[in-house]
């Protein structure tokens, strides 16, 4: 795989060599993925990684494992080196050109003693028309901070080189929750290119196209493996916006990338709430209408339907009834902090 290693020159001032930049386009265009090294200077990995696992624990307290934290989104935890990283939107700015958008900050947790092992192979997103005899260029661009050192014990990413090109879904629908189906994708896959774990020290960028199959592993460690999470789009596909607190605004201001911000007055509450009561006041009875007893719905369809968010504890005993009737196509790691997104505040 392409892992750029950025000279001095290049990280004062936050633009990779032209050479790079080719070497980069190249990269996405075969493989689906590179690693930029340094990009993040380990002080600032450092105090996000403190931070998170703070919350973290917090929230673990309360909910269980909980893959999907939001970092905190307000001062003094927003950093130009992670929101606004010159050297990514270098190579993402190539690719997409002007009306690059920011769309997410996020991050992936495998935590220290958490049993629920690997995920499932999947791609962040399929492919945008499976009609296609040939894959479009990327047009959705995932870009992951590991904040502390990535390697084959702690659950460091496998990556599928080449998969962001292919026809066939394998997200959250489609093949994905088809054992028939993904075994033999995944087979015939691995006899071509075969996956491996991105193994990379902290403070490093990894810019994936977001069709790329990868899973996090499972973490055999002590120590929590965290990584955060940017999506970098164009704006004529209608991006998705992150809650920041007021004041923060200014922070986003840059000549070549737009983050999508929706400010929410101080302080803002960016974990879940412990039993936040329901926007929708909505009940399992809501939800069995939405899916009829004789039907089978992915997550994804099932949330869209959804008239508004569940509580924590209605999110509970919702997935529990679900898989309990076969209502959800699959079970198991990803689907907790999935809808753990749409939990009222
Ligand atoms: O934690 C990881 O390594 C990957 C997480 C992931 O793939 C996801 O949340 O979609
Ligand atoms: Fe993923």
């Known amino acids: 795989m392409l892992i750029i290693e950025p000279t001095d020159e ?6 990779l060599k032209t050479e790079n930049i080719d070497d980069a386009i190249h990269a996405m265009d075969e493989d689906g993925y590179l690693a930029i090294k340094n990009a993040v200077p380990a002080d600032i990995c450092d105090r996000l990684y403190q931070k998170m696992v703070e919350d973290g624990e917090q929230v673990k307290k309360e909910f269980g494992g909980y893959q999907g934290l939001v970092p905190p989104p307000m001062h003094p935890w927003l950093f130009k080196e992670v929101l606004l990283n010159d050297l990514v939107i270098s190579v993402t700015h190539a690719i997409l050109g002007d009306g690059l958008v920011n769309e997410a900050y996020g991050s992936n947790w495998q935590w220290a003693g958490n049993k629920v092992g690997a995920h499932h192979v999947h791609g962040d997103h399929g492919p945008l028309w499976e009609t296609m005899s040939e894959a479009t260029p990327a047009f959705k661009i995932v870009v992951n901070y590991p904040i502390c050192d990535y390697t084959e014990a702690n659950g460091a990413t496998q990556i599928w080189p080449g998969t962001h090109k292919t026809l066939r879904t394998l997200c959250n629908s489609g093949a994905y929750g088809d054992p028939a189906l993904y075994e033999p994708m995944l087979a015939e896959w691995r006899e071509k290119r075969p996956p491996h774990q991105l193994v990379l020290p902290k403070g490093s960028a990894i810019i ?23 999506i970098h789009t ?3 596909f209608k991006p998705t916006a992150f809650r920041v607190e007021r004041g923060s605004e200014d922070f986003f201001e840059h000549p070549v990338l737009t983050t999508n911000i929706e400010v929410v007055e101080a302080p803002i509450q960016y974990l ?4 936040g009561q329901a926007a929708s006041g909505l ?9 009829p007893a004789d039907s089978e719905k992915s997550f994804d369809e099932i949330r869209r339907e959804l008239p508004g968010p569940p509580s924590v504890a209605e999110l509970r005993d919702f997935l529990k009834e679900l898989s309990k009737q076969g209502r959800l196509r699959r079970s198991g790691s990803g689907i907790g902090s999935r809808w753990r997104r749409y939990v009222s505040q």
Do not use: C, F, Y
């Open 10 to 15: 290049e990280l004062s001032s936050g633009i």
């Open 208 to 230: 994936r196209d977001m069709r790329t199959w990868h899973a996090g592993m499972q973490n055999h460690t002590n120590q929590h493996r965290g990584m955060l999470v940017n």
């Open 234 to 236: 164009h704006r004529k």
């Open 272 to 275: 879940p709430a412990k039993n």
């Open 283 to 291: 009940t399992l009875e809501d939800v069995s209408k939405i899916i």
